[in-house]
């Protein structure tokens, strides 16, 4: 059998070698002698049946590069955010990428959120945080590619901005763009878990091409690595504590002025003034929250991370990152305070005074509430 030189793997679009296990695409040549059209590298297959990842030599430029090749055709761009972690997933400078083609903003993992929210409401938020950050698209949607909620209605709205062209879909890793996709050729075509998924972020390697009618192509792209999302702190353990995998249950903690929230040992939030009140956190129901007094907080950090604050787990919590602080003021009502990759937890009334601690790197801000 001779192989082509372009051959990929059908798991994360790398182009498929024999030589070297260390770099992006390689399988066995033993592959060949299986009597099969597509082709996964080991990183995918390993993946798929071991859930194990395997690093591969690519960086934020070769991911880039390839944005850039977007706004040399004429395409539809369908940008996937995370809805939980709305402004950790966001693309900066995406209108730049896309030049001229319009771009369909789709909101994924809608069914993390708490069922008392409504989705005209969140849609409404999407695009007046998406106009925010510069960027207006020529619609919104709302989806769980996991659960295929809202999938009918996306796929409609794909085919009708595309106008017969092609289709680029990006985002940030994470976001469950590969997920998504899947989800499109299951609903076409009757077959799952093409691409290959996982938690782990910078899944796909190449883009991945997928033929649509009238001669287009959808295009799956790499995910955007965002460095300030707390995904980029933590290892594959910790990882799946921190990621939502079902509805979210908000947790309501009264506070009074000198007392202390840890969100497990990766983040941590002060109330210094304002009067008792109420903070609500969202964030994965896995995840621990401690409460304390301030006083307190330093030694039971120091004394206590990687066991009764974890995550970081033990194996590596010497060596996570130490906690920097930041004062907030919360000025507005319904505000979110957003430790990014990590949650929010909600303020509902204007007055509070807070220093919060993430790892440097990780961004930390306040926005208006969503929900």
Not at 131 to 152: F, H, Q, Y
Not at 234 to 249: G, S, Y
Request: neutral net charge; contains cysteine.
């Amino acid at each position: 059998m001779i192989v082509e030189p372009q051959l990929r793997c059908i798991g994360c679009g790398a182009a498929i070698q024999f030589d070297d296990p260390k770099k992006a695409g390689y399988a066995p040549k033993s592959v060949l002698e299986k009597d099969e059209e597509e082709i996964i590298c080991q990183r995918c297959f390993r993946l798929k049946h071991y859930n194990e990842v395997q690093d591969v030599p690519l960086d934020d430029s070769d991911f880039l590069n390839m944005l850039h090749r977007i706004g040399e055709s004429k395409a539809l761009v369908v940008n996937i955010v995370d809805i939980f972690d709305f402004n950790g997933s966001w693309i900066p400078g995406l209108p730049r990428f896309a030049a001229e083609n319009p771009i369909l903003l789709v909101g994924n993992k809608a069914d993390l959120l708490p069922r008392s929210v409504k989705y005209p409401k969140l849609l409404r938020w999407m695009r007046r945080m998406a106009e925010e950050l510069g960027l207006r698209p020529v619609d919104v949607c709302l989806v769980s590619a996991a659960k295929g909620i809202g999938m009918a209605k996306v796929m409609e709205a794909i085919n009708r901005y595309r106008e017969g062209g092609d289709v680029y879909v990006v985002g940030c890793t994470n976001v469950g763009k590969s997920t998504f996709i899947n989800r499109i050729i299951e609903e076409a075509t009757g077959k799952g878990n093409v691409i290959t998924t996982s938690y782990f972020p910078g899944t796909t390697l190449d883009m991945i091409e997928i033929p649509l009618e009238g001669g287009a192509t959808l295009y799956d792209t790499p995910g955007i690595i965002n460095h300030h999302q707390m995904a980029h702190f933590v290892d594959a353990r910790d990882l799946k504590i921190i990621t939502p995998k079902r509805e979210i249950h908000p947790r309501v903690y009264q506070l009074n002025e000198g007392q202390t929230l840890f969100f497990g040992g990766l983040a941590r939030l002060d109330y210094i003034k304002g009067g008792r009140r109420s903070f609500v956190c969202y964030m994965a129901n896995e995840l621990t929250v401690h409460r304390t007094k301030l006083e307190k907080a330093d030694s039971l950090y120091a004394n206590q991370l990687g066991d009764l604050l974890s995550p970081p787990n033990k194996r590596y919590a010497a060596e996570f990152p130490p906690l920097v602080p930041r004062s907030l003021s919360v000025k507005e009502r319904k505000t979110d305070i957003v430790f990014s990759g990590l949650g929010w937890v909600t303020c509902n009334d204007p007055g509070a005074q807070l220093v919060v601690h993430a790892p440097k790197g990780v961004d930390v801000f306040i926005r208006q509430s969503l929900i």
